[in-house]
C-alpha cells in the first residue's frame, strides 16, 4: 500500500499549501483577487480535509500496527499526520464557521499564524514520511537544530500530558463561557 | 471579555505547544540498573582503521578516543580483613573504574553472507548476556550442548544457522550440522585486543562465533587469581621482580598506577600468595594471572606497543594470513575480500557497553572500503589514509526482533537489502535506546497523540463559540 499512499498525500499536500498561501494572500490584502481567492477557500480546505483522510487511512495499511507502532519514524509520522488532518480540519472549520469575518481585525493575522503553522505541520510530516521510504529533505537536520532529534519518538512527559487536558479544558470553558455571554 | 475570549485561546495553544516542544522526549528514558540499562552520553565515537598485508602477514591499526587509559580489570582486595573481589561487571561503567579499554574485530570471508549486509547484529540472538531478559548462566551451564559440550556459562553471541528456531536460543541444531556449518566456514572470526587481559603479554585473543562465542584451540592468556575454596588470591607479585608484593588500592582508585608502571600480574613475575604474611587494609592483586598463550588462540600479537597517549589508543594487530586452521580463523589471501565489523569498550564498560560498527569490506588487493596495502619486508609504514569508522552503542536489539514484525524493516532483511540502504549509526544508536523502553515509549506516544488531537477540537471550541456569537451581534 505504500505506493497508493505517496500516490494519495499529493492532494492533500498541494490543497493544504494552496489554502496556506490564499489565506496568507487574503491576510495581508483587501484586493478583489484575494476576495476571490478566498471564496475558493472553503471547497479547498474540505476537499483537502476528504483527501486527507483517504491518505492517512491508506497509510495505516502500509505496515502492521505492531510494525508502526514500534519504529520512532513510524510513530512520529503517524503522530504527526494526525495532528496535521485534526489542525487543518480546526482551520476548515474556522473559515466555514466564521466566513468572512475571519479577515476583521486582528483575526485575519491569525489565520495568517494558523494557516503557516499547518504548512510547517505538513512539511514535518512529509519528511517523516520520506525517511520511512528512504528519501527525505534537511527538514530533519533544521528540527534537530531546534531540539528535536527525529530519529526518536516524540512524546511528552506525564506532567505535560497533564497541562496539555487543563489547557484543553480551559479552551472548553473558554468557548462556552463566550457562547453563552454572546447569547 | 467575550471579544478577548478567541486570543486567550490562541495564547493557551500555542503556550501548551511550546511547553510540549520543550518537555518533549523526557520522563521515559533512564538508566534503570536492574532492566540492565546504562544508557552512554556519547552515542557515537569515531575509530580509524588501516590494514596492510606482505603476503605472509596481515595488520590492522586501530586508532580511537578514549577519556583515560582503562589498563585495569577486576582485583582482589584486603577489606576488613578478608580478600575480596572487586571489580565485578555492572550495567554501563564499572564504578570503580575496574574495567579494561578493548577493541575487536569481527572478520569473514562471505561464508556468512548476512553478515557482510547486516554486521554484528546477526550474532545478537535471543537472551543474551546483558539484555532485559537475559538467560541465566546456570541455564547455559546445564544447557546439553552449549553447556556441557562447549563449556559455554553464560549466554553469548550465536549465528543463526547454529539454531533451529530463531527465536530460541536453547533451539541448537544437532552437532552434526554445527560441524557441517563450521567445515564450510559458517563462523565468525573473532580478534579481541584486552588492554589488562592481554596487552601486557603482547597479544589479542583469538575467538570465533559460530553456535557460542568460542574461543581458538589453545590456551588463553589470562586464567583467574582467585582461589575460591581458600577465599584468597593464589599468587601475588614476586617483590624481587617487581619490588613489592600488592599494588596499593589508594594508588589504583587515584589513578596512580599507570602503562609504566606493572599494573598487570605475569605468570613470570609472580610467586605463590603467602596466606601467613601480614596484609594490611587495601592491599591489592589483580584478579586475572596472564600467560603464555598456546596454540592457535596465541595466533593473534601486538605488533609493536598498544599505547594509550594524548586521549588516543593506537593499537596494531598483526597475525599469519594463513594460519593454518580454517575451522577456527578466516584466512586471508593476496586478492581477497573480506567483510569486517568493529567494536570498543572504554569509560570501565564490558559486555553489551560497547560501540560497534556497521560492517565494511575489507581487499587485499582488491576494491574495497579498507583497502589492506602491500608491503614488503617486516612492518608496514601506514602511509596510506585511515577510514574513518563511525562506532554507535547499539542498544538491545537482536536478530530475532530484527527479523519479527515489531521491525518494519523484517521484509528488507528477507530480500537482502544492506543495513546501510536505510540507517545510518546516528539512527540505529537512537533506536537502540528506544528498543530498550518500547512500551512505555509507545504507551506515552500515544497519550501524547491523543492529547494533541484533544488540544485541537477544544483550540477549535475556544476559538470558535465566542467569534461565531460576535458575528453573529
Not at chain 1, 474540505?46 to 491508506?58: D, E, P
Not at chain 1, 500530558?161 to 473558554?174: H, M, P
Not at chain 2, 557515537?44 to 586508532?63: C, E, K, M, W
Not at chain 2, 608484593?245 to 602503562?259: F, R, S, Y
Request: glycine letters at 10%.
Amino acid at each position: 500500500m505504500a505506493a497508493y499512499h505517496v500516490v494519495l498525500v499529493h492532494f492533500p499536500i498541494a490543497l493544504w499549501m494552496t489554502a496556506g498561501l490564499a489565506i496568507v494572500f487574503r491576510a495581508i490584502s483587501e484586493g478583489p483577487v484575494a476576495k476571490a481567492v478566498d471564496r475558493a477557500l472553503v471547497p479547498f480546505l474540505a476537499i483537502g480535509f476528504v483527501s486527507g483522510i483517504a491518505a492517512y487511512a491508506v497509510g495505516l495499511l502500509v505496515w502492521p500496527w505492531e510494525s508502526l507502532s514500534s519504529s520512532p519514524l513510524g510513530r512520529n509520522h503517524m503522530l504527526l499526520a494526525t495532528w496535521t488532518l485534526a489542525y487543518w480540519g480546526l482551520i476548515l472549520v474556522t473559515r466555514w464557521m466564521q466566513g468572512e469575518a475571519v479577515w476583521n481585525g486582528f483575526m485575519r493575522w491569525v489565520m495568517a499564524g494558523l494557516a503557516i503553522l499547518g504548512n510547517v505541520l505538513l512539511g514535518i510530516t512529509g519528511t517523516l514520511g520520506g525517511h520511512l521510504i528512504g528519501i527525505h529533505t534537511e527538514v530533519s537536520q533544521a528540527l534537530r537544530v531546534l531540539g528535536w532529534e527525529v530519529y526518536t519518538t516524540f512524546y511528552v512527559p506525564d506532567t505535560t500530558l497533564i497541562a496539555i487536558c487543563v489547557a484543553s479544558v480551559v479552551l472548553l470553558a473558554a468557548g462556552l463561557l463566550g457562547a453563552r455571554r454572546a447569547a | 471579555m467575550k471579544r478577548t475570549l478567541p486570543y486567550l485561546a490562541l495564547v493557551v495553544f500555542v503556550g501548551v505547544l511550546g511547553l510540549s516542544w520543550i518537555t518533549h522526549g523526557t520522563g521515559v528514558v533512564k538508566n534503570d540498573p536492574k532492566r540492565h540499562i546504562s544508557i552512554p552520553a556519547q552515542l557515537t565515537v569515531p575509530l580509524q582503521v588501516q590494514s596492510a598485508y606482505n603476503g605472509t602477514d596481515v595488520y590492522f591499526r586501530y586508532r580511537w578516543p578514549s577519556p583515560n587509559a582503562g589498563i585495569h580489570h577486576d582485583v582482589l582486595r584486603f577489606t576488613k580483613g578478608a580478600w575480596v573481589v572487586q571489580g565485578s561487571a555492572v550495567p554501563g561503567s564499572q564504578p570503580d573504574g575496574l574495567h579494561e579499554d578493548r577493541v575487536a574485530m569481527m572478520v569473514d570471508d562471505g561464508s556468512v553472507p548476512e553478515f557482510g549486509r547486516y554486521g554484528g547484529y546477526v550474532a545478537i540472538g535471543n537472551k543474551l548476556a546483558g539484555f532485559t531478559d537475559e538467560a541465566s548462566g546456570r541455564e547455559v551451564r546445564e544447557h546439553p550442548y552449549l553447556g556441557k559440550k562447549l563449556g559455554l556459562d553464560e549466554p553469548t553471541k550465536y549465528l543463526p544457522a547454529t539454531r533451529t528456531n530463531l527465536k530460541d536460543w536453547t533451539a541448537v541444531a544437532p552437532e552434526a550440522e554445527q560441524q557441517r556449518l563450521l567445515a564450510a566456514g559458517y563462523f565468525l572470526d573473532l580478534w579481541h585486543w584486552r588492554a589488562h587481559r592481554s596487552n601486557p603479554v603482547g597479544l589479542a585473543d583469538d575467538q570465533y562465533v559460530a553456535a557460542g562465542r568460542l574461543s581458538d584451540s589453545g590456551r588463553g592468556a589470562y586464567t583467574t587469581n582467585w582461589d575460591g575454596a581458600k577465599k584468597q588470591p593464589r599468587l601475588m607479585f614476586d617483590p624481587a621482580k617487581v619490588g613489592r608484593t600488592t599494588l596499593k588500592w589508594d594508588d589504583l582508585a587515584k589513578g596512580k598506577i599507570g602503562q609504566g608502571d606493572v599494573y598487570y600480574l605475569r605468570e613470570d613475575q609472580a610467586i605463590a600468595f603467602d596466606a601467613a604474611a601480614t596484609w594490611q587494609e587495601g592491599d591489592t592483586i589483580p584478579r586475572r594471572i596472564l600467560r603464555a598463550a598456546q596454540g592457535s588462540r596465541a595466533d593473534i600479537g601486538v605488533s609493536g606497543q598498544a599505547r594509550w597517549a594524548d586521549g588516543f589508543w593506537q593499537v596494531t594487530l598483526r597475525r599469519k594470513m594463513d594460519t593454518g586452521k580454517p575451522t577456527e580463523d578466516k584466512i586471508f589471501r593476496d586478492g581477497g575480500v573480506y567483510q569486517v565489523a568493529f567494536a570498543i569498550h572504554r569509560q570501565a564498560t564490558g559486555g553489551r557497553w560497547h560501540y560497534v560498527s556497521l560492517p565494511f569490506t575489507l581487499g587485499l588487493g582488491r576494491e574495497a572500503e579498507i583497502q589492506a596495502a602491500k608491503f614488503e619486508g617486516e612492518a608496514p609504514d601506514w602511509r596510506q589514509a585511515a577510514v574513518n569508522v563511525t562506532l554507535f552503542y547499539p542498544g538491545q536489539v537482536n536478530w530475532p526482533h530484527l527479523n519479527s514484525a515489531r521491525h518494519a524493516g523484517a521484509s528488507n532483511i528477507k530480500r537482502g537489502v544492506p543495513v546501510r540502504y536505510r540507517h545510518s549509526e546516528e539512527q540505529l544508536a537512537h533506536y537502540g535506546i528506544e528498543a530498550e523502553f518500547t512500551d512505555a515509549i509507545r504507551g506515552q506516544w500515544l497519550l501524547t497523540m491523543l492529547a494533541g488531537i484533544a488540544l485541537i477540537v477544544a483550540f477549535g471550541v475556544g476559538l470558535n463559540l465566542p467569534l461565531k456569537r460576535k458575528q453573529g451581534h
